[in-house]
């Protein structure tokens, strides 16, 4: 089977109108309590919060009605983590805020929770780095010394129910669907069992809640601590219906282990920089130059570097001038000084001295000696006169009539704390190239880190995947297996511009440091915390541009778009790595809120449209390998990525337009995936070092279920099941598979081709359709594996004879 041609399924909308615009606009909030707005959306709202420059953030809990509400606050452009809990009451989401941006979420109705990360935890994690990096040194030269589911109801269904254990926890976690959900919002009553040959109701029972988004009922669920494993639970609805299913076991953990007898890992021992992840990286290649290879990406970013900057003048915005280098800071720009000077005396005029890179400006002054020059005419003589060094504007789009108040001399600073050793030019992007054969004739394997740039735990789990694979070539035969079948390529940072402003700067840091805002806009030094591009909106499908909700145009949101689709160089490099037309797998990671996640990513408002859903056999293809995948993370220390937090993004996260890995999916076909790491952007090291482990088993299960893609020559099987249906005359018909495959059929005796009927899904989560037909129906049919291979060697070019044939009705007996 062919891999999807996304161009045929992408849908363009339209940019938002005037109606819908107010979506992209900072709206007023639905309150915590009923998820109606406050105010509705303000006509004069800003275009995002402020965030003042020299104020850090902290990551709080913000407390929301519904979905509704939750679409709302990612319209605003407010800075999200990654992490939304969607409990009885309500949503909670996680917002990275500075205190006058907490301020501004309260004034506008939100309520604020707890602080769950401040300024000083990131300190602290650059403290423990730097501590490490020291004590791994002092180690270094001591050492150097030393050398010198199934269920029948009338109006309800259940979808899941997965027992699963997280540390010591035992864990029931059950999805549902009732009839009248959409218009009831009643809760769902789970009875559970306490295992096989109990009565149902002596394991306890407990309550699972309706599950809305956008307006839209999509099933009821939730997850309660059990005492004994159950074998069966009942559901019960207010219309005393009920349904029974068994459970099934959420990522089993086997006896059988991959790593073989003296496997290697545990290789990363402190956070990196950008910089220091490609220093690996490099040595890796080298120490290893058989299997491995370092190519430098074909775009370069826009680089750790601004130009110097400082706003003038009182505190009232028509008084105030902003003054921009043209010089980058670290090339001449940081050496420029403004002086704003009351001259002392009368009826003086408005002057520029520029005397190397100091600029002076004289303010006029009346009769009384009193200065007058405004903003506006300030700037309007700096441009005239030191336009060779400078460029001057009044502050945020102001007309600039207020009068300026003299400055003493000022330096002019591009504020950035890095050292030196961090290069300040346009910085290349660097992927390690890993496998045997490297020339495109192997399946491809595409692993890449921090497009946020605050993500610091998922750089480290590419490091330590990259060092176990070539570390244990030479003796372990697994990985051995791996690295002669597949070509991998591991991006550590897309984005290593932002990471390194992120651990130098300003610890919150989410997107690029390119600032594409205009004068008229946050240009000013006062806002170069906010500036960026979020490198996971900027992509080409489902899009803002499309007309898809999740990010903004606003140049200081945290959902920032860009000018354009693929307007980055950070994008334009994951479109290169994508466009090698081998690359059959990817593995997006991020941080946090323990999710892993596939397309679609994305949703249009208000009726929330969705990206077209992967088929039946497309997504039990990547429920399959996601259960492989999170099965070896679980393996680390027995902590399950839980099945709320699993499956497409739009379904268990929010709307993200124009995000990778919907890019990866419908442009180029790949089998894509993300990882959310953690709870934390930067937790503390002992438990950075259990992630990066415990992901990295993921990462390399994702190498496995690749090599096992390769290698499958095995052909789907398939039989058709008859039931007997309400409707007169007519009979129930589903499709069985042997694996994840693809099911095309004709009910008019014809053969069938790949352009014959696609047998479907019943909808989100509820597994494979079923057909209504007359009794007596000629049902023609084949399946096709995601990896090809075709039931029986049969040729569906209208020429294969060798298809199944039966006819639907009920069997004997």
Not at 459 to 469: D, F, G, K, W, Y
Not at 543 to 569: Q, R
Not at 587 to 597: A, V
Not at 651 to 679: H, K, P, Q, T
């Amino acid at each position: 089977m062919p891999r999807p041609v996304p161009s045929r399924w992408r849908r363009r909308f339209p940019v938002a109108t005037a109606a819908g615009a107010a979506l992209l606009m900072l709206a007023s909030p639905a309150t915590a309590v009923s998820g109606t707005p406050a105010g509705g959306t303000r006509a004069d709202a800003p275009a995002a919060l402020d965030r003042p420059a020299d104020e850090q953030a902290s990551v709080v809990e913000v407390f929301l009605a519904d979905q509704a509400a939750l679409d709302e606050l990612v319209a605003t452009g407010v800075d999200l983590d990654h992490h939304v809990t969607r409990t009885g009451t309500g949503i909670v989401v996680h917002a990275v805020v500075t205190p006058t941006e907490t301020a501004a979420l309260r004034r506008m109705g939100y309520r604020i929770g707890a602080t769950l990360h401040d300024p000083a935890d990131s300190a602290q994690r650059i403290a423990e780095r730097e501590a490490t990096i020291a004590g791994h040194r002092a180690d270094n030269r001591r050492f150097s010394a030393s050398l010198a589911p199934s269920a029948t109801a009338s109006d309800v269904r259940i979808i899941r129910a997965d027992y699963y254990t997280s540390g010591t926890d035992q864990v029931l976690s059950v999805e549902a669907k009732w009839g009248q959900g959409q218009t009831a919002s009643d809760a769902l009553t789970v009875a559970r069992d306490s295992g096989p040959g109990t009565e149902i109701g002596s394991g306890g029972t407990q309550t699972i809640s309706r599950f809305v988004d956008a307006g839209v009922y999509l099933y009821h669920r939730g997850a309660a601590t059990v005492t004994a494993r159950p074998h069966r639970i009942q559901v019960t609805s207010p219309t005393g219906d009920v349904a029974v299913a068994e459970v099934t076991e959420w990522l089993p953990v086997p006896d059988d282990d991959p790593e073989g007898p003296g496997y290697q890992k545990d290789f990363v021992t402190s956070y990196l920089t950008p910089t220091e992840l490609y220093a690996r990286i490099r040595q890796l290649a080298a120490d290893h130059p058989r299997l491995a290879e370092v190519v430098e990406l074909p775009y370069k970013t826009n680089g750790y570097r601004r130009k110097a900057q400082v706003v003038l003048g009182g505190s009232a915005a028509a008084s105030r001038v902003a003054v921009d280098s043209l010089a980058w800071g670290h090339q001449g720009g940081n050496d420029i000084s403004v002086e704003l000077a009351d001259p002392g005396a009368a009826d003086r005029p408005l002057t520029v001295t520029v005397t190397g890179p100091a600029v002076r400006v004289e303010l006029a002054t009346d009769a009384a000696g009193a200065v007058t020059s405004t903003a506006a005419e300030v700037v309007a003589a700096l441009n005239a006169r030191a336009g060779t060094l400078v460029r001057a504007y009044t502050y945020r789009g102001d007309a600039g009539a207020g009068v300026v108040a003299p400055v003493a001399r000022t330096p002019l600073t591009d504020n950035l704390k890095a050292p030196a050793s961090v290069s300040r030019d346009p910085h290349p992007v660097y992927a390690i190239r890993i496998g045997k054969h490297r020339d495109g004739s192997r399946t491809g394997v595409l692993a890449y880190a921090q497009e946020h740039a605050r993500e610091w735990v998922p750089p480290l789990v590419t490091i330590e995947t990259a060092e176990r694979l070539l570390r244990n070539y030479a003796h372990d035969r697994q990985t051995r297996q791996l690295l002669d079948t597949l070509d991998i390529w591991i991006a550590p940072s897309i984005n290593p511009d932002g990471g390194h402003y992120s651990f130098y700067d300003f610890a919150s840091q989410r997107k690029s440091m390119t600032n594409h805002c205009p004068t008229g806009d946050a240009a000013d030094a006062l806002a170069r915390n906010s500036w960026g591009v979020d490198n996971n909106r900027n992509y080409t499908e489902y899009s803002l541009f499309d007309g898809y909700a999740g990010a903004s145009t606003s140049c200081t949101s945290g959902s920032y778009a860009g000018p354009s689709e693929l307007s980055e160089p950070e994008n334009r490099n994951l479109d290169w790595l994508a466009r090698r037309g081998n690359i059959r797998f990817s593995m997006n990671l991020h941080s946090s809120g323990n999710y892993f996640m596939w397309s679609p990513g994305a949703y249009s408002l208000p009726d929330r449209v969705s990206a077209p859903r992967p088929t039946l056999a497309e997504e039990s293809f990547f429920w399959g390998a996601s259960s492989r995948i999170l099965t070896a993370i679980k393996r680390h220390r027995n902590l399950a990525v839980t099945p709320a937090r699993t499956g497409p993004i739009s379904d268990v996260l929010y709307s993200a337009a124009g995000n990778s890995g919907d890019m990866l999916w419908y442009r180029y076909g790949i089998y894509a995936w993300n990882f959310e790491v953690g709870n934390s952007f930067q937790p503390a090291w002992d438990e950075a070092h259990e992630q990066t482990l415990e992901y990295a088993n993921g990462l390399v299960e994702l190498m496995r279920v690749a090599r096992d893609f390769d290698k499958d020559r095995t052909r789907p099987e398939s039989t058709m099941a008859v039931t007997p249906n309400a409707a007169p005359g007519m009979v129930s018909v589903r499709f069985e598979v042997s694996e994840p495959a693809a099911v095309f059929y004709t009910l008019d005796g014809g053969r069938p081709t790949y352009t014959s009927t696609l047998y479907a899904s019943a909808g989100i989560r509820e597994g494979a359709e079923t057909l209504t037909v007359p009794a007596g129906t000629r049902v023609h049919w084949f399946s096709v594996d995601a990896a090809g291979n075709v039931e029986g060697n049969y040729r569906p070019d209208g020429h294969g004879r060798n298809f199944n044939k039966d006819r639907a009705v009920l069997p004997r007996g």
